[in-house]
């Protein structure tokens, strides 16, 4: 095929094919608006992936993404601090926020245990959670995790961990499906199901 004759064509639609949700034919046809695209527009691209990459970091206290030490979420003094909602990823802090239901502020796992996938508890951000947890201030945990073997066992998990430290620990509502991921939950679905969250036993 011609991206064998190419070999700058094949390469980037390799980079392309590596990201999420990108097959072989998205990637083809990305790669083949950039070769028709002036080089202005793709060196805005080219830029805008490096730009991304040196500025953008983790938040010092919940792992959201920031370009300074604490994330926007952290630093507002509008949010209710006495609230912390555990997401496995930053995708879900946005599905959450734009259900406009929830004020308070987050603790990005990194994802959820998963033996199958090597995923242990020492991979997740679940120590820097217990470290926050035992702060006074903090009155309710609020666990968000995906509906999943693995979210139920990462929910499990975190709530017997977090059992000693005497705070309300909460779970969102079922209106996401089993199996589901927060972030292609409507907005609609998710505010529901953070207002009708109830205790974990
Ligand atoms: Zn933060």
Same mark, same amino acid.
């Given at each position: 095929?011609?991206?064998?004759?190419?070999?700058? /064509?094949?390469?980037?639609?390799?980079?392309?094919?590596?990201?999420?949700?990108?097959?072989?034919?998205?990637?083809?046809? /990305?790669?083949?608006?950039?070769?028709?695209?002036?080089?202005? !527009? +793709?060196?805005?691209?080219?830029? +805008?992936?490096?730009?991304?990459?040196?500025?953008?970091?983790?938040?010092?206290?919940?792992?959201?993404? =920031? *370009?300074? !030490?604490?994330?926007?979420?952290?630093?507002?003094?509008?949010?209710?601090?006495?609230? $912390?909602?555990?997401? *496995?990823? $930053?995708?879900?802090?946005? +599905?959450?926020?734009?259900?406009?239901?929830?004020? %308070?502020?987050?603790?990005? /796992? %990194?994802?959820?245990?998963?033996?199958?996938?090597?995923?242990?508890?020492?991979?997740?951000?679940?120590?820097?959670?217990?470290?926050?947890?035992?702060? +006074?201030?903090?009155?309710?945990?609020?666990?968000?995790?995906?509906?999943?073997?693995?979210?139920?066992? =990462?929910?499990?998990? /975190?709530?017997?961990?977090?059992?000693?430290?005497?705070?309300?620990?909460?779970?969102?509502?079922?209106?996401?499906? &089993? %199996?589901?991921?927060? *972030? &292609?939950? !409507?907005? %609609? =679905?998710?505010?529901? !199901?953070?207002?009708?969250?109830?205790?974990?036993?």
């Amino acid at each position: 095929m011609f991206e064998n004759e190419n070999n700058s /064509l094949s390469y980037l639609i390799d980079q392309l094919h590596r990201l999420p949700g990108i097959g072989r034919k998205t990637a083809q046809r /990305l790669a083949f608006h950039i070769i028709k695209d002036n080089i202005e !527009d +793709a060196s805005e691209l080219a830029h +805008a992936i490096l730009e991304v990459k040196s500025k953008i970091r983790y938040c010092n206290q919940c792992f959201n993404i =920031t *370009e300074s !030490d604490k994330c926007n979420i952290c630093n507002n003094p509008g949010r209710d601090a006495s609230t $912390i909602c555990v997401v *496995e990823d $930053i995708v879900d802090i946005i +599905a959450i926020e734009k259900s406009n239901e929830y004020q %308070g502020i987050y603790h990005v /796992l %990194g994802g959820a245990i998963s033996p199958l996938a090597g995923i242990s508890p020492d991979d997740l951000h679940i120590k820097e959670l217990l470290i926050r947890s035992q702060d +006074a201030d903090v009155k309710e945990i609020l666990l968000a995790i995906n509906p999943s073997t693995e979210g139920e066992a =990462t929910m499990i998990y /975190l709530s017997k961990l977090l059992k000693p430290y005497n705070k309300r620990i909460t779970r969102i509502a079922s209106g996401v499906p &089993f %199996g589901a991921h927060l *972030e &292609f939950i !409507d907005n %609609g =679905t998710i505010g529901r !199901d953070i207002i009708s969250r109830r205790d974990v036993e």
